[in-house]
């Protein structure tokens, strides 16, 4: 298996309300050689979403603002362009249903908060393509 990073070719969108995490998940996004684009509440991210870019995966916090997450990997699922893109999900509630909710969403990972850096990094191994 290729190790080699993408240089900054892959484009992973990460949504989260909370700037601290924001900020974290975007260090071990970089970190693991990929280009992050942030959005700072639901709305940003859908229209990150529909604005053309490719994105290689996206990284949601299930509860923000405007727009929750697992709506927006509802509206990912009914377009053929984002249905492709994997989404890891993660969230700092405590309640089991939402892991059940996002993965009926179509989310490929739920991660909850707090997390380590290396259970990131490993999501990201697993499921988003470094072609």
Do not use: C
């Not at 990150?48 to 405007?66: Q, R």
């Not at 380590?116 to 490993?122: D, E, H, K, N, R």
């Amino acid at each position: 298996m290729s190790e080699e990073k993408t240089n900054g070719q892959a484009h992973i969108l990460i949504a989260d309300d909370d700037p601290a995490i924001l900020r974290l998940v975007k260090a071990i996004v970089e970190k693991e050689g990929y280009t992050a684009l942030t959005a700072r509440d639901g709305r940003e991210a859908y229209k990150l979403l529909t604005s053309g870019e490719n994105f290689a995966a996206a990284i949601f916090d299930v509860v923000m603002p405007y727009i929750q997450g697992t709506e927006l990997v509802r509206h990912m699922q009914s377009e053929k362009r984002l249905m492709r893109i994997p989404v890891i999900m993660m969230t700092a509630e405590q309640n089991p249903r939402l892991s059940s909710e996002s993965f009926a969403a179509g989310a490929v990972a739920f991660l909850p908060k707090p997390f380590t850096a290396s259970q990131l990094q490993v999501m990201l191994q697993m499921f988003v393509r470094k072609d």
